[in-house]
């Protein structure tokens, strides 16, 4: 049986996208499709990723994509509990994200084949019906994100909800990266990141056990640290998968990855760098035409390491910000370079 394509590629996000690239670099007949009008837009992530993990992976760090470089941290709980960390050299970075995405869709391998404003209506065997049309590819790679219809139903217990403020605000010259730990925000965290000079990001993502609204929430939260208080100049609001990563992320000639497989950090509710990951991964497995090395590395690497965080995160939420709390005691009696690289290293 002939087909219209290798693959196609349903979804244009970091996952999306790092398939394409590994497809392209493999010389694959391919296809990526997405609903939106534009890639990178809307910003649909704060941007931090630790840099261990970047150059792992292989994720870019061109200059011009990335916003600020982080190299002191601050951990708090809003009871007064923190620990502090500063490095001689950056332990993460914050893209800009619709840069860094334009940048993985254009420079990285060149420009991917992307066709915009296609919102794909259903997928039955090979055959992938978009709004206009019905095509038809080998293998399929599902990168849709956590709120597609094809992929696992989100429930209150397994998903955060998260809501980013970019506010006027000067520059901090003490710390790129604030997290704060909070019963306010069960299973998350409020955020105060490095921005331009004049500008800075401040969010809030937890499990949405109540019915309080996170604009609400993160409003609430401004009135007891006024210093992250600013004139408003953009949001975004998403969701988090934050469960544990899925056990099976090949289903026939279908690859799923990124947050439609809980691919995210459940420490951080980071999901760039799994995401870019299992993109790649699942590329390369298509490359050479064998969709199973994908499940192979996501069971012997990445999930490994996706387990790792879930279990940490489990036990750091145990008693909600309480536990962290008690956790920021005990690191301050480790050595100074074991809790840079603990908390570094997430
Ligand atoms: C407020 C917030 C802050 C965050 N901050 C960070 C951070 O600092 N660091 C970090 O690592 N992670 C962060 N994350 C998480 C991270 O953004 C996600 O985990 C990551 O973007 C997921 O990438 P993805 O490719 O799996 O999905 P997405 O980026 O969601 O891409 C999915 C794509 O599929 C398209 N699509 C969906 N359905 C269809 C369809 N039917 N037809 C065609 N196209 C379709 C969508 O338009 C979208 O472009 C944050 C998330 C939020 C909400």
Same mark, same amino acid.
């Given at each position: 049986?002939?087909?219209?394509?290798?693959?196609?590629?349903? #979804?244009?996000?970091? #996952?999306?996208?790092?398939? #394409?690239?590994?497809?392209?670099?493999?010389?694959?007949? @391919? $296809?990526? %499709?997405?609903?939106?009008?534009?890639?990178?837009?809307?910003?649909?992530?704060?941007?931090?990723?630790?840099?261990?993990?970047?150059?792992k992976i292989g994720m870019p760090t061109?200059?011009?994509?990335?916003?600020? &470089?982080?190299?002191?941290?601050?951990?708090?709980?809003?009871? #007064?509990?923190? *620990?502090?960390?500063?490095?001689?050299?950056?332990?993460? &970075?914050?893209?800009?994200?619709?840069?860094?995405?334009?940048? +993985?869709?254009?420079? =990285?391998?060149?420009? $991917?084949?992307?066709?915009?404003?296609?919102?794909?209506?259903?997928?039955?065997?090979?055959?992938?019906?978009?709004?206009?049309? !019905?095509? !038809?590819?080998?293998?399929?790679? =599902?990168?849709?994100?956590?709120?597609?219809?094809?992929?696992?139903?989100?429930?209150?217990? /397994?998903? $955060?909800?998260?809501?980013?403020?970019?506010?006027? &605000?000067?520059?901090?010259?003490?710390?790129?990266?604030? +997290?704060?730990?909070?019963?306010?925000?069960?299973?998350?965290?409020?955020?105060?990141?490095?921005?331009?000079?004049?500008?800075?990001?401040?969010?809030?993502? @937890? @499990?949405?056990?109540?019915?309080?609204?996170?604009?609400?929430?993160?409003?609430?939260? !401004?009135?007891?640290?006024?210093?992250?208080?600013?004139?408003?100049?953009?949001?975004?609001?998403?969701? *988090?998968?934050?469960?544990?990563? %899925?056990?099976?992320?090949?289903?026939?000639?279908? +690859? @799923?990855?990124?947050?439609?497989?809980?691919?995210?950090?459940?420490? !951080?509710?980071?999901?760039?760098?799994?995401?870019?990951?299992?993109?790649?991964?699942?590329?390369?497995?298509?490359?050479?035409?064998?969709?199973? &090395?994908?499940?192979?590395?996501?069971?012997?690497? *990445?999930?490994?390491?996706?387990?790792?965080?879930?279990? %940490?995160?489990?036990?750091?939420?145990? /008693?909600?910000?309480?536990?962290?709390?008690?956790l920021m005691t005990m690191a301050k009696?480790?050595?100074?370079?074991?809790?840079?690289?603990?908390?570094?290293?997430?």
């Open positions: 049986m002939t087909f219209d394509y290798d693959a196609i590629v349903i #979804g244009a996000g970091t #996952g999306g996208l790092a398939a #394409g690239i590994a497809l392209k670099q493999g010389g694959k007949k @391919y $296809l990526i %499709l997405d609903k939106k009008e534009e890639i990178g837009v809307p910003v649909r992530s704060t941007g931090a990723v630790s840099m261990e993990w970047v150059k061109d200059p011009n994509i990335v916003r600020s &470089l982080i190299k002191s941290i601050w951990f708090r709980t809003d009871t #007064g509990k923190n *620990i502090s960390l500063k490095y001689e050299h950056p332990v993460g &970075l914050v893209y800009d994200f619709t840069t860094y995405e334009k940048f +993985l869709s254009k420079e =990285m391998a060149g420009d $991917l084949d992307i066709r915009m404003k296609t919102r794909v209506t259903s997928v039955e065997g090979n055959e992938v019906t978009t709004d206009g049309e !019905t095509l !038809t590819a080998k293998h399929i790679v =599902m990168a849709a994100g956590p709120q597609s219809t094809f992929g696992e139903k989100l429930s209150r217990d /397994n998903v $955060l909800v998260a809501y980013e403020e970019v506010r006027e &605000l000067p520059k901090r010259e003490d710390y790129e990266m604030i +997290l704060w730990f909070s019963d306010k925000a069960p299973g998350g965290y409020f955020w105060d990141f490095a921005d331009t000079d004049s500008t800075r990001k401040i969010g809030v993502c @937890y @499990y949405p056990k109540t019915q309080a609204k996170p604009k609400d929430v993160l409003s609430e939260f !401004t009135k007891n640290f006024p210093e992250v208080d600013g004139k408003l100049v953009s949001t975004i609001a998403h969701q *988090i998968p934050l469960g544990a990563p %899925l056990e099976t992320v090949v289903r026939e000639n279908r +690859l @799923y990855v990124g947050d439609m497989v809980n691919a995210v950090l459940n420490t !951080t509710a980071g999901g760039l760098q799994g995401a870019f990951w299992s993109g790649m991964a699942a590329g390369r497995a298509i490359v050479n035409d064998n969709p199973s &090395l994908y499940q192979g590395t996501w069971d012997s690497d *990445i999930r490994p390491w996706l387990m790792k965080h879930h279990e %940490l995160h489990r036990r750091m939420n145990k /008693n909600g910000a309480k536990s962290i709390g008690r009696f480790m050595p100074k370079s074991m809790q840079k690289k603990v908390f570094g290293g997430l």
